[in-house]
Structure formats: structure tokens, C-alpha cells
């Protein structure tokens, strides 16, 4: 074959791995760079009877149907119509506890009748009962909840999640969860972006013992982490900073070794307490600090300076019962990039649902739609560090969306507790389809 004919065969099969994607009643594309503050968070980049064509897991090109369908690579790509769906980008969840072994049923019901998280967690359930049940589980075990679970992530639209550990607490347990989240990595279609979270409490063979918190710090800077580092188990390094976990002097310690190991700290603040942990990250550079019910005007303002990205998680608050949620209004208003996630866990959140996250932003948090889904994409993807990757439908990312079965975008918040995802893209791919 002469190189010209090569040639033209090579464009042939790729264009048989290109899509054309027509009849969005709306498009959101969410262009326009990251990250979002204050007003720009409620700029969705809105593309009527939008159409995106997908090249080879990428987009090739976005706009409107007329526009697209001129192209003349668009003519021989497969096609299909969306029958006047919306279409975004892929959500983008960066908070999860993806890995542990089992819900914690029990505990809800006391939380309902009264007990608080502090309460519970003292007396030995809370996080130390995941951390029973996931070093008593088997690889094989945990590996296919999380499966499972990552599945019904991408039937809810998301098409990247972060992932922590933080349910081991002991070297093996710990780099055993960051390798399972590797090996997921490559059998299933969504990106894992891992997070070592040692520091997620201090583990009961170290309770009520001489020093038995520094001594667990001790072992987690000199065992656990460099062998997370020389593994390349993690990309960012949380700590839990609050009452019954972490203080903020040790979380300095945890963070800034971390760093100094290229870890990106991300921080678990002012949740239960108000420790001074955001201003902590933002002293750090953190990607994020996370849930922020208790945070006050000065973190605000801190945040509304920095690259720090505020992460809210309504529904801890919701599973929970809380009245208090993060003020979401405040720290949108003082400039913060606020993204929202999940938060899936076995203890506070679990949900794999960002639809159901982002009614509760609207109806809690009184973000407007438009805000919520911008959090959930482009600041999320901020968050991860992957907003030039992910987290909007721009010519050269990634093909990762989702459509809805809505005509407006609004109903995405809108309808809650319901099933409306009906297609999710990554890379390309058609990973889950309703029907
Ligand atoms: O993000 N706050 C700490 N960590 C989790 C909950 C962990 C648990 O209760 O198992 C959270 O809410
Ligand atoms: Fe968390």
C-alpha cells in the first residue's frame, strides 16, 4: 500500500471510532476556563439544539447542530440523536471514601433516635467499625463493592471520581486499598483519583495508650507515606483535622511532609468543629479543604483569595439530620471555587448520586441550578487538578458527558430522588444507557 493509501486508511478507522451527537435541547458546555468565582460560576456556555462530535475519545468539535453538521468529518461519523435531551459535561465527584466494606446500618438508626457522630464514633463504630470490617474483608470483597458502586456512579452521570483511603489505618490495609483503587483504575471505565487519607483518625490499637496518637503519626510519616510515594499510590495527601481525629498543629505535620513527598494536600475542615483547618490549607496551597459547615468571615475571606478550593458535601448534612449546612451563599459571594462532591462513605453520605447532591445545593445549600452544575463539573474538575482535561465540552477534552432526560437543565436539580441520567459517555464510550 503506498503511504498516501495508509493514510487515507488510517483517517478511515478513525473516523469509524467518531460520533456525532445531535438534537440537545440544550448543550451545556461550560467553556470558558477554570476555576469558577462568583458570577462565572453561573455561566453554563449554553448551546441550543446543541450537537458534539467525538473523535478517537475526544471532542473534535462542539457547538450548535448547524454548525457541527458542516463539518465535513462530521458526515461520516455514526450518529445519533439525543431526541431533545440536555447534555454536560461528565460530573466530576472529587470527594469519595470509594473503598469500605459495609454500610453502617446500625449506627443510622441510633443517629436517628438521638446519638450524635461523636457519640457513636466514641464507642468504637463510627470510622473504627469500618476499619473492622474492612481489614477483616478480602481484597476480592472490596473490589466488587466498589465495582458495583462505581457502576451506579456512571448511571448517575459521573464519569471521574476521587477516592481516599482512610478505612486501613494500619500499612497493609492502607496500600492495600490505594492498590485496589489502581487495579480498578484500568478493569472499569471511570478515573480513580486517589487519596491517601492515614490520617482519617487515630486507630483503637493506638487509643488511650502513652502517645499512642504520635506514635500512630510516627508510623504513618515513616512507613505508610513513603511507600504510598514510591508506589505512586496517590496523587493528594487528606487529613480529617477535627475534634476526636486530627489537631490542626498535627495536620501541619501529616500535610506538609506529604508535600514535601510532591503529595498535593486536600484537607477535611471544619466539619464538626471549627479547628482553623482552612486557613491551614489555604496556608498550604491545598487543591481543597472539605465540608466547612463551621467555618467563619475570616476563612471565607481566605478562601475568596485563594486557589483553594472550597468543596461542599450536603449531603453528610442531609444523611446526618444536621440543620447546619456550609454557607454556600457566602463563600460564592466572598469569591471562593466552590465545587460540590458526593462525599460517599459509610458513615455520613452514602450516596453516589451528584443529581440528588445538587437538588440538595439548590434546596439547601441555595445555590441556583446553573451554580450547582458548574460546581459539579468545572470547579470539581479544578478541584482534581484535571480542569484542563475534564469538567467541560470544549474541542480537544475528552469525551466524558452525560444526558439527561429533562428538556431544561433546571429540572436536573429539579427532580430529586429520580432517575433522569439516560446516557453517560467516557472517553468516547458509551458506559451506561438507560434501557
Ligand atoms: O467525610 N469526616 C470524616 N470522614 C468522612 C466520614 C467518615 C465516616 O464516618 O466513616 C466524611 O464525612
Ligand atoms: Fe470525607
Known sequence: MSEAALRLKR???????????????????????????????????????????????????????????????????????????????????PHTHLIHAASRAEEYELKIQGASYEEVARKEGGILDSVKKLRAASSEALKSRARAALEEFASCGTTTVEAKSGYGLDFTSELKILGLQRELNGEQPLEIVSTFLGAHTVPAEFRGKFNGPERYIALLLGQMLPEVVNEGLAEFCDVFCDRGAFTREQSRRILSEGKQHGLVPRVHAEQLSRTGATQLAVELGAASCDHLEQVNAADIRALGKSRTVATLLPGCDFHLGWKQYAPARKLIEGGAVVALATDYNPGTSPTVSMPMILSLACAQLRMTPAEAIAAATINAAYALRREKKVG????????????????????????????????????GEIIYMRD
Open 11 to 93: 483517517d478511515d478507522d478513525a473516523l469509524t471510532q467518531s460520533l456525532l451527537i445531535t438534537g440537545a435541547s440544550q448543550l451545556l458546555t461550560l467553556r470558558g476556563g477554570a476555576p469558577r468565582r462568583g458570577n462565572s460560576l453561573s455561566k453554563l456556555g449554553i448551546a441550543k439544539d446543541g450537537a458534539v462530535l467525538i473523535r478517537e475519545g475526544r471532542i473534535a468539535a462542539v457547538g450548535t447542530r448547524a454548525q457541527v453538521e458542516a463539518r465535513k468529518d462530521a458526515k461520516r461519523a455514526e450518529k445519533m440523536d439525543v431526541g431533545g435531551r440536555v447534555v454536560l459535561p461528565g460530573f466530576v465527584d
Open 392 to 427: 467541560s465540552l470544549e474541542t480537544g477534552k475528552q469525551a466524558d458527558l452525560a444526558v439527561f432526560e429533562v428538556e431544561d437543565y433546571r429540572e436536573i436539580p429539579y427532580y430529586f430522588g429520580m432517575h433522569r441520567c439516560w446516557m453517560t459517555v467516557k472517553s
